[in-house]
């Protein structure tokens, strides 16, 4: 009796944590949607006037088949092209990465020796970058496609908000309807574009950077330098930039296509990589973070909370199945409850399709919300991916590259998505 009073005070308690963490999303979501309904429209439109100088670095280890869509994108900007210079920081590719960057205008720096693996090549090829003839630093994956108004926006909101120093853009989905996994990860970056980014920026929190489509102001870099050391970069350089104060800014009308897994051993693969460093990154920035929440700013404080919180996000996965296999065991809802908990399950993932497809789209489309199923087992395999990333998060030193093959033009996604 004491073994399942015992099980029962656990779930309980693991359930209490979860509701938390999912209240409090849901009021930012909510307070920060209110506070963009609120904003007045400008008066007066923006006069595009190009200021901003860009050096666009493209790390890259055998991306033949789909850098030259990206780098056609940006060659074809609508932006002065005195104005900006693409470099591809080759890592050993063998495939002739270097050789298409090459022949297509881009400044190739080859990288031969040191550690492999993205933060590392990042970190050697900004020694090689003259960054004082650049006003901001663009990072791009080499699998992305680019908006061919994607500078041209960028330079806006960096006129418009001289106080940023660093900027995540838009991350949009280059490859939506390629299997249930990407369909799963659309819509899961759909949402999180409105309902997490945009509404943080909105509160002046800090919306998280995505690894791609990270803007920062070169002053910033040669000020602060490149310190990553984790396979999460993206992670770590926004833990640090609110443990010091500061915070990252949302550039919702800069869009970026990623290209998502078709297979899920690539999407497994990938992930634990995530987590691998979001677990390590949660051990080595817990300080940090809990001195700004108590010795900061009032603002600086809640940034730090939050970003404290979102550190805690690969250990509620670990937490989440064995909490409802915990409260099934103890019978803690009856047959009843249980019928309504999968109603209420399937409300939640046919909400997530909805949301997703008026954020993305601008109205509600019956094909994301039949593709909503897929978030379900989506969800469900993150408890083996953190799993295995706590047992691996130690090592911080191998890459484990995700492999691309959509190799979409930018007009084929924008033609697609003026389609449906």
């Not at 920060?32 to 439109?45: A, E, F, I, Q, T």
């Not at 991306?63 to 470099?87: F, G």
């Not at 730090?304 to 996965?317: I, K």
Request: with cysteine; net charge positive; glycine share 6%.
């Amino acid at each position: 009796m004491e073994v399942k009073v015992f099980f029962s005070v656990l779930a309980g308690f693991l359930w209490a944590a979860m509701a938390f963490f999912f209240i409090w999303d849901a009021i930012i979501a909510i307070l920060g949607l209110l506070r963009l309904k609120g904003v007045k429209k400008r008066s007066v439109p923006f006069v595009f006037s190009p200021k901003h100088r860009f050096a666009i670095l493209i790390p890259a280890h055998n991306e033949a088949m789909v850098i030259s869509h990206l780098l056609d994108s940006l060659l074809r900007q609508n932006y002065p092209k005195e104005l900006y210079r693409v470099y591809v920081a080759d890592d050993r590719s063998s495939d002739g990465t270097a050789e298409i960057a090459k022949s297509m205008g881009a400044c190739v720096i080859s990288r031969n020796q040191g550690r492999p693996g993205k933060t590392w090549n990042i970190r050697d090829a900004l020694q090689k970058i003259e960054l004082s003839n650049w006003d901001a630093l663009i990072i791009l994956d080499a699998d992305n496609l680019v908006e061919l108004d994607f500078l041209r926006k960028l330079d806006a909101f960096l006129q418009e908000n001289p106080e940023a120093q660093v900027i995540q853009t838009y991350l949009d989905v280059k490859n939506p309807r390629d299997g249930w996994i990407a369909r799963a990860m659309a819509i899961s970056y759909w949402v999180t574009n409105s309902l997490w980014q945009e509404a943080r920026n909105a509160l002046n929190l800090s919306p998280t950077l995505g690894g791609t489509g990270m803007c920062f102001r070169t002053a910033y870099i040669k000020d602060r330098g490149w310190k990553a050391r984790s396979l999460t970069e993206d992670l770590e350089m926004h833990a640090e930039i609110v443990a010091n104060g500061g915070r990252v800014f949302w550039c919702h009308s800069a869009r970026v296509f990623d290209e998502k897994p078709r297979a899920f051993r690539v999407s497994y693969r990938q992930r634990v990589r995530w987590y691998q460093g979001h677990f390590w990154l949660s051990v080595h920035y817990a300080v940090p973070l809990l001195r700004t929440i108590f010795l900061g700013k009032p603002g600086q404080r809640l940034r730090a909370f939050d970003t404290f919180l979102y550190l805690l996000a690969p250990w509620r996965n670990l937490i989440l199945l064995p909490m409802y296999l915990l409260i099934l065991s103890n019978e803690l809802l009856g047959g009843s409850t249980i019928i309504l908990s999968i109603f209420g399950i399937v409300a939640v993932f046919l909400f997530s399709g909805a949301i997703a497809s008026k954020a993305r789209f601008g109205t509600v489309k019956a094909e994301w919300l039949k593709s909503s199923w897929t978030v379900f087992p989506y969800a469900l395999t993150w408890f083996p991916v953190a799993l295995v990333a706590l047992w691996k998060s130690r090592d911080q030193s191998v890459w484990a590259k995700t492999s691309h093959h959509s190799s979409l033009s930018i007009e084929q996604i924008m033609g697609e998505i003026e389609n449906h």
